[in-house]
């Protein structure tokens, strides 16, 4: 899959937390992001089913 980088701009108190939550999950916090918003998209239905193909993030 291929990926896109785009700027994100946060505030410092919630980039600071949401780098604590990463260190707790041994993730990046660009990694975080991605999981976080990832697990959103699959609970609110947005996301197609994986395929074959695919490989499953969680």
Known sequence: MAKKA???RLDEKMLSALQRWADD???SVNGQ????L???L???GRLKPASSD???QD
């Open 38 to 40: 990832h697990e959103a």
């Open 33 to 36: 992001i991605e999981y976080l």
């Open 42 to 44: 699959k609970k609110a």
């Open 25 to 27: 999950e041994f993730r």
């Open 6 to 8: 785009f700027a994100l």
């Open 54 to 56: 695919e490989v499953e």
